[in-house]
C-alpha cells in the first residue's frame, strides 16, 4: 500500500526566506501526487499537482514542487514566504488505478513565519 | 466563488448516540467524499459516493457509517453509535470530475468530540 512521510512537523522562517516542506512517498510505480494547504478554520485547499511530464510542477500562491523518481520526494518550494502563508501543509499520493479520489496524506507540516 | 459547507463546526456527544454530520458540496459536482483525522494523526480516506451510491469505502468504514445524499443538496455522514475513538475533524469533499483528474474542494470540517 501506498503511504507519504513528512519528517518536519513543524518549521519557522522569517517572511521572505525561502521555503522548502518535505515529502516522501512510497509506492511501486509514479502515483500522482498532491500538495494541500490548510489555514486555520478552513478547509483543505489545493496548491498543486503531478500526474505526468514535466517533474517541476506550479502551483498557486507561487508554491511549487519537485517530482524526484529516485528520490521518491516531492517536495515543495516556494522562494519567498509571505505571513499568510503560515498554514499546515499536507502532500498527499493517489493510485493511478483508483476510480475514487482516495488519496493518503501524510501527518502534515505546521509553517509559522516571523515578522 | 463555490465552496463546500458543512455543519455542525463541532459536535460534543455522549459514547452510544448517534451523530449525524451535514455537508453541502459545490452545487454541479457529482462525486462526494468523507474523511476524517483524528488529532496528531493523518487525514484518512472514508468513503467516496457517485450517483446515489458508495463508490469505494475504506476499513475504517464499518457498519457503523453510513452516508446518504437524502435531497439534492445535502450529503450527510451518520455514525450510528458513536465510540470514543470516532473523536475526530471529518472533512467532506467534492468533485466534478471523476478520479484524480478532478481537483476535491475540501470544506472546513467538522470537530466531533466523544465523551
Known amino acids: 500500500a501506498q503511504s507519504v512521510t513528512q519528517p518536519d512537523i513543524h518549521i519557522t522562517v522569517s517572511e521572505g526566506a525561502s521555503l522548502e516542506l518535505r515529502c516522501n512517498y512510497s509506492y511501486g510505480a509514479t502515483p500522482y501526487l498532491f500538495w494541500y494547504v490548510q489555514s486555520p478554520g478552513q478547509g483543505l485547499q489545493l496548491l498543486l499537482k503531478?500526474?505526468?511530464?514535466?517533474?517541476l510542477v506550479q502551483g498557486i500562491k507561487g508554491f511549487e514542487a519537485e517530482f524526484k523518481r529516485s528520490q521518491s520526494s516531492f517536495n515543495l518550494r516556494k522562494p519567498s514566504v509571505h505571513w499568510s502563508d503560515a498554514a499546515e501543509y499536507f502532500c498527499?499520493?493517489?493510485?493511478?488505478?483508483?476510480?475514487?479520489?482516495?488519496?493518503?496524506f501524510g501527518t502534515g507540516t505546521r509553517l509559522q513565519v516571523t515578522l | 466563488e463555490p465552496e463546500v459547507t458543512q455543519t455542525p463546526s463541532h459536535q460534543v456527544t455522549q459514547m452510544g448516540q448517534e451523530v449525524i454530520l451535514r455537508c453541502v458540496p459545490i452545487?454541479?459536482?457529482?462525486?462526494f467524499y468523507w474523511y476524517r483525522q483524528i488529532l496528531g494523526q493523518k487525514v484518512e480516506f472514508l468513503v467516496s459516493f457517485y450517483n446515489n451510491e458508495i463508490s469505494e469505502k475504506s476499513e475504517i468504514f464499518d457498519d457503523q457509517f453510513s452516508v446518504e445524499r437524502p435531497d439534492g443538496s445535502n450529503f450527510t455522514l451518520k455514525i450510528r453509535s458513536t465510540k470514543l475513538e470516532d473523536s475526530a475533524m471529518y472533512f467532506c469533499?467534492?468533485?466534478?470530475?471523476?478520479?484524480?483528474?478532478?481537483?476535491?474542494?475540501f470544506g472546513e470540517g467538522s470537530r466531533l468530540t466523544v465523551l
Open positions: 469533499a467534492s468533485s466534478g470530475r471523476r478520479g484524480y483528474s478532478g481537483e476535491l474542494f
Open positions: 503531478y500526474f505526468s511530464g514535466d517533474t
Open positions: 498527499a499520493v493517489g493510485v493511478p488505478t483508483g476510480t475514487a479520489s482516495k488519496l493518503t
Open positions: 452545487s454541479n459536482h457529482l462525486y
